[in-house]
């Protein structure tokens, strides 16, 4: 816990998060969006009052992409987590208030924002979304130019992207240190957790891209590739995802038994970890049509000269190789592709 007041702004915060998913019409949804970012600015104030944040920009980069996303990595304490995450939701509300995510991506990237103002601060979940005290709501500032709107886009996807990365690791382990310790209440709550930032994967990703494809191209994309940057940036660079990647191949050394073996003796773990797998399947599909909508069939600015694929078409495998692997652990697996894989590693 770090005190009452922060209890209390993320509780209130958490309840505005809550409730977004439940206003369909733009007005309601915008005035709901701007309410959500007043009350997240609030457990800023709140947190901020306790110690001020690290001035990120003056630790060092570990790479290129942590430079190019204004993202960096060092021990913090459990306020100055809070702080620095909290700052990450807070500026996401701020943008969704005028990027055209969908209904369904905004309930999802709000979910795992809500969880993640939970986790981060220690505060109780309520369950009370229509009973937010009502607040001053600033109105939105002026004069920045539509380009100077979509590039901060850009970035600031990308940061909700990677706070929900690092706190789906987090959860993913400590379900997976529960499971080894017979814990099995704990890891479930856990494994719920995980479940929701991941299923926030896709959609802070579809938030970063909600800008038109030919600006993309034209004024971003060169950025992420040389001569801009000394190498061209890729997933593969984001640590977040890979601490994430590696939480995920210890929780299924724990528990690698088949769906229906799992199911038998433990259908609540069977459950939850099938959400999870289904979650982490959905979001490779998901990067599929996504890059597919922002590059068409262009090469990726990673892939080298001589590869054979475009960006789609690697995505695609990945998305396949995960469905392979995931097909017995699920109640509805893929059995196409995993016979498919099995027989391509056999020829």
């Known amino acids: 816990m770090l005190g009452p007041r922060v209890d ?15 206003h369909a019409r733009p007005v309601a949804r915008t005035v709901a969006l701007r309410q959500a970012a007043a009350a997240a600015g609030e457990l800023v104030a709140a947190l901020s009052a306790l110690a001020p944040a690290v001035a990120g920009e003056g630790l060092p ?12 990595e060092v021990e913090l304490s459990d306020q100055q987590a809070a702080l620095h995450g909290v700052q990450v939701v807070q500026r996401g509300l701020d943008d969704l208030c ?10 999802l990237e709000a979910a795992g924002m809500r969880q993640a103002v939970l986790d981060l601060t220690g505060a109780a979940p309520e369950t009370a979304p229509d009973s937010v005290t009502p607040m001053a709501i600033p109105e939105p500032a002026a ?5 100077s709107v979509w590039t901060a886009r850009w970035l600031i996807g990308h940061q ?6 690092i706190c789906a690791a987090v959860a993913v382990a400590d379900a997976t240190r529960h499971l080894r310790h017979g814990e099995s209440d704990a890891a479930l709550t856990r494994l719920a957790g995980a479940t929701v930032y ?21 004024a ?5 590739a040389p001569p801009s940057v000394d190498v061209p940036l890729s997933g593969r660079q984001h640590r977040g995802y890979k601490l994430f990647r590696a939480a995920m191949k210890d929780l299924l050394s724990v528990v690698p038994d088949s769906y229906e073996h799992l199911v038998a003796r433990a259908p609540e773990l069977a459950e939850a970890r099938g959400a999870l797998l289904e ?5 490779g599909e998901r990067h599929v049509t996504l890059a597919y909508s922002m590059v068409h069939l262009h090469r990726s600015i990673a892939q080298k000269p001589e590869g054979p694929d475009n960006a789609v078409a690697e995505l695609r495998q990945m998305r396949h190789r995960r469905a392979a692997q995931y097909a017995s652990l699920i109640r509805f697996g893929d059995h196409y592709i995993a016979d498919a894989v099995a027989g391509l590693r056999h020829s």
């Open 143 to 147: 004069g920045s130019s539509l380009e």
């Open 61 to 72: 980069a570990e790479s290129i992409s942590q430079s190019f996303f204004r993202v960096r």
């Open 8 to 22: 209390a702004e993320a509780q209130r915060t958490a309840r505005v998060l809550a409730g977004l998913a439940t």
């Open 220 to 224: 971003i994309r060169h950025t992420m």
């Open 198 to 218: 991941v299923r926030g994967f896709p959609a802070a990703m579809t938030h970063a891209s909600t800008v038109p494809a030919d600006y993309y191209m034209a």
């Open 279 to 283: 979650a982490d399947i959905v979001d």
């Open 98 to 107: 005028e990027a055209p995510l969908s209904g369904a991506d905004l309930a």
């Open 160 to 165: 909700v992207h990677v706070l929900f990365n």
